[in-house]
């Protein structure tokens, strides 16, 4: 074919509707394809590189040699356009919507408060769709298969797996069907009777068309010319070879997951792709008796698919290496990665990392490959792997199949990774292990043994291997091998990735791994009940009010079927233009010269703004403290927002963007840890100090004073939609209309006003709903929002500006890391009788709500407990790091955290006395009305009855036994408990967020439309609106609507933040209704027996008014820091959590076996939407600290900015056994409907499975002799696990050459008897709750 000739026209199907493409861009993805060209927006943006599946669709394709239709998940942001011809895809739009049918799934996982924000629903909605079509009926391990490379970062993923699971017929939530492990009846969140039936025959049919274009046409090759590459499908192998003959360096498209990656975040270019997915001979598959040879085209699912049925069908002896495989293929990345991925593409990817290379090479698996001089066979070993990304292949080999035997009498091989998170995720170390013995004995024939993450390739440990071939397989031998192999695969401190000690460690502990089960095979050849109120049993309570019941989310249903509408899904409105922020690439430094020439010659680039065009004030001024909204003069972090570029696409702004020259001179000492901030007085001020009692002459009269600390890592906000806005001048009198994701609308109004130095009022920002928030879009927002004004302002013309997730994750900064030291004082009775606290928070560069935080994280140091003599002194170090900010719990994780840590010291320190930290904890705990350490009293009752309660439920007496007697029996695998109490303030000092309005209007027809100042982010805050309004004007939910969050309808608005939205804006729309019910009193009294619809037409002809507004002042509160004293809140929601888990010590690895809630959020107004947020700030608070690690360069650059990077918690993440009580006959006088808030609390409650972790570790370490204290930092990631466990392997790393002792390991037939829990991933999530008496 002709590279010269003219593009071809691309065919295909969306939702059943034909597409031709004139002019297919090889560098268009589906993704923005869907969104811009189609206008379907249904299919969301999260990551734009695979990691998160919000951008999941279905694809279908037609096989005309088996004449079936293939249908797979995939991410349209990975897929190129012009690989869909012949291909039918469906987005969400395609299965069902509000205005004709919903489908199944969208009602059931809607139903089941599987949606909060909604934006990760789409393509929750799709992978389960999908999974639908190949198997109507699924089991739980194909749920959250399919569910895998999913992310969501609200609900904790409970209640989508629950209303995925009404489909699977073995686990029908609600009845007792036996393959359930609810030991009582299951809670009734959601009414299962009337779930619509999954119909095939409403799915759309696949085109018929596409089958004839297959079957009749005749498959020619195809070209796409773009803009800047062209892209090529063959059809056939001689024209393939000849392509790549003409064109060796153009990459083999298969599933794009390793080029698309490249170029989109690599900067990769190439002008000419090779398309080759219509190449049959890629496809295709034999099996023989000597193994199976896949068509290099084979997607990883297919794979994996054809070797589970392998390992049915022939002897197991056969199977070593098809089963180490589908252990790695189980783990590797996410469905839709492995349905689209190649087997050919993983192994000419080369990834140092790569899961499948080691197992490949070990496993003796060989290529097949061709190019003009002919096919060759090419044996997959350390020859093969030559480089980072490199192979031995000739620029113009083509990889036609791969070659995968069976194994042998007395062969066997194993596999193993370990990585961030259990799956979805790059492995750290991953390895492929295969040994053959002589027959009849333990003598080693054969040994191969190769490891990925430990060099730039996949890497073999030969000379370990040579060592032990022709030797027994036994202790001492492989205690030489140990020895060797370190010596071996000795890593550079310098090495890529890091973690030099705990890949080294990894090593060993993996081979060691390999040797227990090898010394078996060896041996061998010689979840809970529910107390739930059947919903609509409120005693004493009307059917129709709908306060108290498990209201479903308002919007669940349109967000399931894609019709919400985010921010970025607004359509463009004419005219309007892209900004891209250029942000700084120095930590600090003065800003020389900012060359813009070059980007204002990139076609369609229309403007860059600098500071010099703000037209009003050039800064926002934070707790007093000034930051500039672009930076004018200095540099003071990476991510530093200097100046934007706007243009009449994203493409063409990102461009300029590229073009934008800074000129910079470093500025000397540039500041990044808190003990650079400490050393050099970096600070923002004031420092905050309290005191209670006297701590110096208290530490006079202890028994024991024990002093240690601990570091608590930062936490990215990681809402799946990523700040997004649109601003939109009308034109004339200066009025400018802001659309928004943001959690404050009313700061972002100030903002934009004052730095266009025009009044308020005339600036509107609209808020319809947030894709998640967290913290992270109060203030940062507001920021970017000014920006994107003056451009807008500048230009004249609408902008846009949705930032991508690795900008996003540059800008907006994070969660403030804590170092946190003590100094504890106690009796050897368990009592502290002193304690001495200190906090340094990161706060980067600005001060942003830094003070606040630092406030914050003084007020809540006692948590539960009642130290006589208490102090605490905490402060923001000033960094050369992006700004920090708000995050869920507002410094109260960090701050009780290390109040914790100082209780567990002390039970570790009391360790002969005193087994466990609970009893410590109980001894200390608050017990009567007492006063906090500021004067503010309280009775910490429901405190004490959620600690009882949550050890009762939790069986926690009998499960510690059972604990102990497990690590008894094993040593390679550990279990611990905690059990973590919590006390949290609900308000807040400020007045700023202390008050809240609304707006009712009742119009003539009955229909009723609320506003208010609270954002909808996920978090229920419309639907409670609605049970309110309901509730207080006596008509059905139906009847009333709730509105976006307008500053041009309900002025002076407080963020939605801090646990409040409810509490405030609850009380505020009470106050409009009761005033609305009061004036139809009079009409209502004239005709008793009428209607709500009649007093309404009575009430209007009668001229009574039907608007009114609602009014909340708030609690007044304070804090006088000058005298340490206060109310700075009004109430405490409490708590107690009891978690479990299972580490395995060789590799850090753990499980949360089951963890136990006890909350006491008073009489709640929406318990399905509460119990949402509980395991929603549960699981994200499980990521903090024990998951997601930001890492920065030694220079301050953050490495970590996607999903890739940083890990989220996933489905696999959830604890195996998950339950959540409500604390029954709770009130609260300072809430609306004795209701508390709940949204932030129980985030801290996560720590829980960090304690049990160092529990576990605990129990390792006295194995390894090594009893008393120690530091375990937050996140206890299995890097930090793994090297606290001190397993001999890691202390002969740390030794490294001393050999180990053979005697220090153990006994080695022993196989830990639960060796399957890892590999339990066919989950029963059960849960329950108590409704309380929730009448009014
Ligand atoms: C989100 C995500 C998660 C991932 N997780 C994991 C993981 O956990 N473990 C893991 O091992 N990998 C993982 N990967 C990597 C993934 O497995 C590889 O990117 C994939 O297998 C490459 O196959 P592909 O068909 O998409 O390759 P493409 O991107 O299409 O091509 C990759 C390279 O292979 C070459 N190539 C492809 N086919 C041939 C052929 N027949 N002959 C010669 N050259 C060819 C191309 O020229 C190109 O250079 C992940 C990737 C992503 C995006
Ligand atoms: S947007 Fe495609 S996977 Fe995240
Ligand atoms: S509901 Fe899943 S990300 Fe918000």
């Keep these: 074919m002709s590279e010269n000739k003219e593009t071809d026209c691309l065919c295909f199907y969306v939702n059943g509707k034909k597409v031709t493409e004139n002019n297919a861009d090889p560098e268009t993805m589906l993704l923005s394809y869907l969104r811009e060209r189609l206008r379907l927006t249904g299919t969301k943006y999260g990551c734009g590189g695979g990691g998160c599946g919000a951008c999941t669709v279905m694809v279908s394709r037609y096989q005309p040699g088996t004449k079936t239709i293939l249908h797979y998940s995939a991410n349209a942001c990975l897929l190129p356009v012009c690989q869909l011809q012949g291909a039918a895809v469906t987005t969400v739009e395609g299965i069902g919507n509000t205005r004709t049918r919903v489908h199944p799934v969208q009602e059931r996982i809607a139903k089941a408060h599987g949606s909060q924000c909604g934006f990760c629903t789409p393509g929750m909605v799709m992978s389960m769709y999908t999974l639908l079509r ?495 909204i672009l930076a004018q003069n200095e540099v003071s972090c990476v991510g530093h927002m200097v100046c934007a570029v706007v243009a009449d696409n994203r493409k063409q702004a990102k461009r300029g963007a590229a073009l934008v020259k800074i000129a910079y001179e470093d500025l000397p000492g540039p500041v990044f840890t808190v003990e650079e901030a400490i050393e050099k007085q970096s600070f923002f001020l004031p420092q905050r100090m309290i005191e209670r009692g006297n701590v110096d002459e208290a530490f006079d009269k202890v028994d024991h004073i024990y002093e240690g600390e601990i570091r608590l890592g930062g936490q990215e906000h990681f809402y799946m939609e990523t700040q997004s806005m649109v601003v939109v001048p009308s034109g004339e009198e200066r009025e400018l209309k802001v659309y928004l994701s943001c959690q404050h609308p009313t700061y972002a109004q100030e903002s934009i006003a004052e730095t266009l130095g025009i009044p308020s009022n005339r600036v509107s920002c609209h808020v319809k709903r947030v894709g998640g928030a967290f913290g992270g879009k109060v203030t940062k927002t507001s920021i970017i929002a000014c920006i994107t004004s003056v451009a807008a302002w500048k230009t004249g013309r609408a902008v846009r500006c949705v930032l991508e997730r690795g900008e996003d994750m540059l800008i907006t900064g994070a969660r403030h890391p804590v170092l946190g030291k003590h100094k504890v004082g106690f009796m050897n009775d368990g009592r502290i009788i002193a304690a001495d606290l200190h906090y340094y928070a990161n706060s980067g560069n600005t001060a942003d709500e830094s003070l606040l935080v630092i406030e914050k994280i003084l007020l809540h140091l006692d948590n539960a407990y009642n130290v006589p003599n208490l102090r605490g002194r905490s402060v923001a170090c000033k960094t050369n790091l992006p700004s920090n900010t708000a995050f869920r719990g507002f410094g109260v994780p960090q701050s009780m955290l290390v109040t914790e840590n100082m209780i567990n010291d002390v039970a570790m320190k009391l360790g002969c006395n005193f087994l466990f930290p609970e009893q410590i904890r109980e001894i200390n705990m608050y017990k009567e009305v007492s006063l906090t350490h500021y004067k503010f009293e309280f009775d910490p009752k429901n405190l004490l009855r959620c600690w009882d309660e949550c050890k009762e439920k939790s069986d926690y007496g009998s499960r510690r036994k059972s604990v102990a007697q497990f690590n008894q029996q094993n040593r390679w695998k550990k279990r611990g408990m905690a059990t973590i109490p919590i006390k949290f303030d609900i308000f807040s000092v400020r007045v700023s967020v202390r008050q809240a309005a609304s707006l009712v209007h009742i119009y003539k027809d009955g229909s009723v439309l609320v506003s208010h100042g609270g954002t909808e982010m996920g978090q229920g805050i419309h639907t409670k609106m609605q049970q309110v309004a309901s509730r207080e004007l006596h008509i059905p939910a139906s009847l009333i609507h709730i509105t976006e969050t307008d500053t041009s309808a309900v002025p002076n608005t407080c963020p939605s933040a801090a646990s409040f939205g409810t509490d405030a804006n609850g009380m505020a729309v009470k106050d409009a209704c009761e005033i609305l019910y009061q004036r139809l009193e009079p009409v209502r009294k004239q005709n008793p027996e009428g209607t709500w619809q009649t007093w309404v037409t009575s009430a209007f002809i009668q001229r009574i008014s039907l608007s009114a507004t609602g009014y909340y002042r708030g609690h007044d509160l304070y804090m006088d820091w000058e005298k340490q004293e206060g109310q700075p809140y009004a109430y405490f929601t409490y708590g107690a959590c009891c978690s479990e888990v299972e580490v395995d010590c060789l590799t850090g690895d753990y499980r949360t076996v089951r963890t136990d809630i006890v909350m006491d959020i008073g009489r709640s107004i929406n318990p399905s939407v509460d119990i949402g947020q509980i395991e929603g700030a549960f699981i994200q608070g499980l990521g903090l600290y024990t998951l997601e690690e930001l890492k920065f360069s030694p220079s301050g650059v953050l490495y970590t900015r996607g999903p890739s990077q940083y890990k989220i918690p996933a489905v696999c993440d959830i604890p195996l056994q998950f339950n959540v009580y409500l604390l029954s006959g709770s009130d609260n006088p300072h809430a609306i409907y004795s209701s508390k808030g709940i949204g932030e609390p129980v985030l801290f409650l996560g720590s829980s499975v960090f304690f049990a972790i160092k529990d576990a570790v605990a129990a390792a370490r006295v194995e390894a002799g090594m009893v008393g204290t120690f530091t375990l930092n937050s996140p206890a990631t299995p890097e930090r696990t793994c090297l606290a466990c001190n397993t001999p392997f890691t202390q002969k790393v740390r030794r490294c050459h001393q050999p180990v002792s053979i005697h220090s390991l153990p006994q080695p037939i022993m196989l830990d008897p639960n060796p399957s829990m890892f590999a339990n991933l066919n989950m029963e999530f059960s849960y329950c709750f108590h409704l309380t008496d929730l009448q009014t």
């Design 134 to 628: 190949n198997k109507p009926q699924p089991n739980m391990e194909d749920i959250t298969v399919a569910l895998g490379g999913n992310l969501c970062r609200c609900t904790g993923y409970r209640p989508i797996v629950d209303g995925c699971k009404t489909f699977s017929p073995m686990c029908f939530v609600g009845t007792h069907d036996i393959d359930c492990v609810f030991q009582e009846p299951p809670p009734q969140l959601f009414d299962q009777e009337d779930l619509l039936p999954l119909d095939p025959t409403q799915d759309l049919i696949f085109p018929p068309e596409l089958i004839l274009m297959a079957e009749m046409e005749p498959q020619v090759s195809q070209l796409f010319r773009g803009e800047r590459m062209v892209w090529v499908s063959p059809v056939s192998l001689e024209e393939l070879i000849q392509l790549k003959t003409s064109h060796p360096q153009a990459p083999l498209v298969m599933g794009n997951t390793n080029i698309g990656p490249d170029i989109k975040f690599k900067g990769a270019w190439h002008p000419i792709i090779i398309s080759p997915t219509r190449v049959q001979e890629l496809f295709e598959v034999t099996k023989t008796l000597q193994g199976v040879c896949f068509g290099a085209g084979c997607s990883l699912s297919v794979v994996k698919a054809l070797l589970e049925g392998l390992v049915q069908e022939i002897p197991e002896e056969k199977t070593e290496i098809y089963r180490s495989l589908l252990q790695q293929l189980g783990n590797l990345g996410g469905q839709q990665i492995r349905n689209v991925a190649s087997i050919g593409g993983n192994i000419v990817s080369a990834y140092p990392n790569s899961d499948l290379n080691p197992v490949f090479a070990a496993g003796n698996c060989t290529l097949n490959v061709v190019s003009k001089r002919g096919r060759r066979e090419i044996l997959l070993n350390k020859d093969f792997f030559v480089g980072f990304g490199k192979t031995s292949l000739k620029p113009d080999e083509i990889v036609l199949s791969v070659f995968i035997p069976v194994s042998r009498q007395g062969e066997f091989m194993r596999a193993f990774r370990q990585a961030p998170r259990k799956e979805n995720a790059l492995a750290t170390v991953t390895t492929g292990m295969r040994v053959m013995f002589i027959e009849g004995s333990s003598v080693v024939k054969e040994l191969s043994i190769y490891y990925g993450g430990v060099g730039p390739c996949t890497v073999s440990a030969t000379k370990t291997c040579a060592a032990v071939i022709g030797r027994k397989w036994d202790e001492q031998t492989l205690s030489e091998a140990y020895t060797q192999l370190l010596d071996e695969i000795s890593l550079s401190p310098s090495h890529p990735g890091g973690q030099v000690e705990f890949r080294r460690s990894l090593t060993l502990s993996l081979l060691f791994k390999f040797n227990l089960q090898m010394l078996h095979k060896l041996w061998e050849m010689v979840w809970t009940g529910s107390l739930f109120a059947p919903i609509g049993s409120l005693l004493g309570q009307s059917g129709d009010d709908p306060v108290g019941r498990p209201i479903m989310h308002r919007s669940a249903i349109s967000q399931a079927t894609g019709e919400a509408v985010y921010c970025d899904d607004i359509p463009k409105m004419d005219g309007e233009l892209h900004l891209v922020l250029v942000t700084s690439t120095r930590p600090h430094a003065k800003i020389l010269d900012i060359d813009i020439s070059e980007a204002l010659r990139v076609p369609g680039v229309v403007d860059v703004i600098t500071s010099k065009d703000i037209p009003g004030k050039k800064f926002r001024t934070f707790t007093g403290i000034d930051e500039g």
